[in-house]
């Protein structure tokens, strides 16, 4: 028994799954890897249930250095993880060159940028 159980429950609960994540040597954070290998269970239970729920997707990701090339690392992993669980991508809201700016309510634009996406995802 660990944490996957209420992990599994949340995302079969909900109807928006958002990933924030920074990138880290150029991917996702170990420990979010192992959650998003870990839900091939959950993607299991789809499959053998024959049942796939409607959800919506969400990628908030930050990189300490400056290009948007930064971020394909981070793209694939989590587009293959939404896939995998068939959720659909509605948006990304990707945030690059934060060693300079040190913080990203610093980074003109960004909270538009967030609402946005939020609000496409709730309302589209």
């Not at 170990?30 to 499959?47: E, N, T």
């Not at 989590?78 to 610093?106: C, Q, T, W, Y």
């Amino acid at each position: 028994e660990d944490d996957m159980t209420g992990i599994i429950r949340a995302l079969s609960c909900a109807r928006v799954v958002i990933i924030c994540t920074p990138v880290y040597t150029n991917t996702v954070p170990g420990s979010l890897k192992i959650v998003f290998d870990r839900c091939q269970a959950y993607h299991a239970m789809q499959v053998l249930n024959g049942h796939y729920p409607r959800k919506k997707g969400l990628l908030f990701s930050v990189a300490g250095r400056k290009g948007q090339e930064n971020f394909t690392c981070i793209t694939r992993v989590v587009d293959a993880f939404m896939e995998n669980i068939h959720i659909r991508p509605s948006g990304k809201v990707l945030i690059d060159d934060l060693d300079r700016i040190r913080d990203i309510r610093n980074v003109p634009g960004a909270e538009q940028q967030i609402k946005k996406a939020l609000v496409k995802c709730l309302y589209d």
